[in-house]
């Protein structure tokens, strides 16, 4: 049974018009190895009980939203990198927080890279705040605000990474982006964080982000 949060974004995602070719699903933890393929069962054999049950459910969730776009599920295998490596013809992103377990879903001739991110709308530790943000993240914003404002940061980062990365295939810092959540803007910035991504690779990105009942939502895609 899925809590009151999952089902107030299940409610969010229901209303709102995604961009176009794209199926969302979100599913409950769930610790059970015969709902994997044998590729996604070997990966994560040595896990955690938590961690397979977010990774089950995350997968579940992805073969959801597989069918609802017409395509026949398959094995989401790991990454080195625990990056999911979508079948032919797809590219999606999976998040998990709070024991919700979602992933969207898109055909790969319509878009680059998906990324989504849920997070719980708290505030972080202070220690972290330099780490995720930069001094002009946080300009233009009144002090009451600032305590939830480095994790909203932080989401919106998140979803941005994935879908860029499903892109470029290369890695980065948080530096490396420069976020204006009122323009729902990325800019990547001269920090020596993004200094191995092409320049022909560092244009600006956008992105959403909703926060319904306690929970931040980001999602950016990059169409073709």
């Known amino acids: 049974m899925m809590s009151p949060e999952a089902e107030s974004i299940r409610t969010l995602l229901s209303q709102m018009n995604l961009p176009s070719g794209m199926s969302w699903a979100m599913s409950d933890p769930v610790d059970e190895s015969g709902l994997l393929f044998p590729e996604e069962a070997r990966s994560i054999a ?5 961690r397979r049950a977010e990774f089950t459910g995350g997968r579940v969730a992805a073969r959801k939203a597989m069918w609802a776009l017409g395509v026949q599920p398959a094995a989401i295998k790991m990454a080195e990198n625990r990056a999911p490596v979508w079948p032919d013809g797809l590219v999606g992103s999976i998040t998990h927080a709070d024991e919700i377990c979602m992933a969207m879903v898109g055909p790969s001739d319509r878009y680059c890279g998906i990324g989504i991110d849920l997070e ?19 300009e233009g914003v009144e002090l009451a605000e600032q305590s939830l404002l480095p994790k909203r940061i932080f989401s919106a980062k998140e979803a941005v990474y994935k ?12 530096h490396a982006l420069s976020l204006d959540l009122v323009a729902k803007r990325a800019v990547f910035t001269d920090h020596p964080e993004a200094q191995a991504i092409p320049i022909a690779l560092r244009r600006d990105l956008f ?18």
């Not at 879908?163 to 948080?174: E, Y």
């Not at 992105?207 to 895609?221: K, V």
């Open 207 to 224: 992105f959403e982000q909703w926060i319904c009942d306690g929970m931040i939502l980001s999602l950016c895609t990059i169409p073709k």
């Open 120 to 138: 719980p709308d708290v505030p972080m530790d202070a220690e972290l705040v330099a780490e995720i943000c930069k001094p002009e993240d946080l």
């Open 46 to 50: 040595r896990a955690v009980p938590n």
């Open 163 to 174: 879908a860029h990365f499903a892109l470029a295939g290369v890695p980065f810092g948080f």
